[in-house]
């Protein structure tokens, strides 16, 4: 079994334990996730491999936060490599993210439990600061969910990537205390980082138009069927 979906399934099943060990429980919490990334328009996600559970994003991805003040993106190479296989530029509103650490490992590095490895880490991975100040409202990006909305923020991100053949994994997370700037970030809630459904992979531009075709390929296929 898919190693994420094994954690994930494990997870529901035993909501005190996850409560105990993530700060998950919260009577009457929103749900839309703390922390969580969509594709383009910031809304539900266009494109979500049901198997992965990810969102698939192309040159531009939207991330959201329930709350302002500085986030962290991760980058992760996909498969599992040692080596830095890829270059990123990533940027804001045409302002380039400060990339505050990298290498292999479980990111972030200063904390003894890190992000949950879902089937992805440990690998070669690069974490780029945000700052979460544009004002929005937003919406649960996982398609299949009810419309709720809440008051939070949003960013767009724009990737500049070059070195890639196999798609780019990518995460979200704050640090419940510290920062990974000052090598003491430690994650101990699990509103601070985004959920298994909630992440993303890259996928290069002609693959992505290669998923687009397809699907609509399928759509129509569909429409025959019921016309017939």
């Avoid at 429980?25 to 809304?43: E, M, V």
């Avoid at 962290?72 to 302002?95: K, L």
């Avoid at 890190?114 to 996982?142: C, K, M, Q, W």
Wanted: hydrophobic share 40%; with cysteine; proline share 6%.
């Amino acid at each position: 079994m898919d190693i994420k979906r094994l954690i994930k399934s494990s997870l529901l099943t035993t909501p005190l334990i996850a409560a105990t060990t993530f700060g998950l429980y919260s009577p009457g919490a929103s749900a839309i996730p703390s922390l969580q990334i969509g594709d383009a328009d910031g809304g539900v996600c266009d494109t979500y491999d049901m198997t992965t559970e990810d969102c698939l994003v192309g040159g531009t991805f939207s991330v959201t936060s329930l709350l302002a003040g500085a986030g962290y993106v991760v980058f992760a190479a996909v498969p599992s490599t040692a080596a830095d296989t890829f270059t990123i530029a990533p940027s804001i509103g045409g302002s380039a993210l400060s990339l505050v650490d990298s290498g292999f490992g479980q990111p972030p590095f200063e904390d003894s439990n890190s992000l949950p490895s879902h089937g992805i880490f440990r690998t070669y991975v690069e974490v780029y600061r945000l700052d979460f100040t544009n004002a929005a409202t937003v919406f649960n990006t996982e398609p299949g969910n009810p419309g709720d909305s809440a008051a939070g923020f949003i960013e767009f991100i724009d990737l500049n990537l070059t070195g890639l053949t196999d798609g780019l994994h990518i995460d979200l997370f704050r640090c419940s205390s510290g920062s990974v700037e000052t090598d003491d970030c430690q994650i101990t809630n699990g509103n601070d980082f985004a959920p298994f459904s909630h992440d993303a992979t890259y996928v290069p531009v002609p693959a992505a138009v290669w998923l687009f075709g397809t699907g609509l390929l399928g759509l129509v296929g569909v429409a025959r069927r019921k016309r017939a």
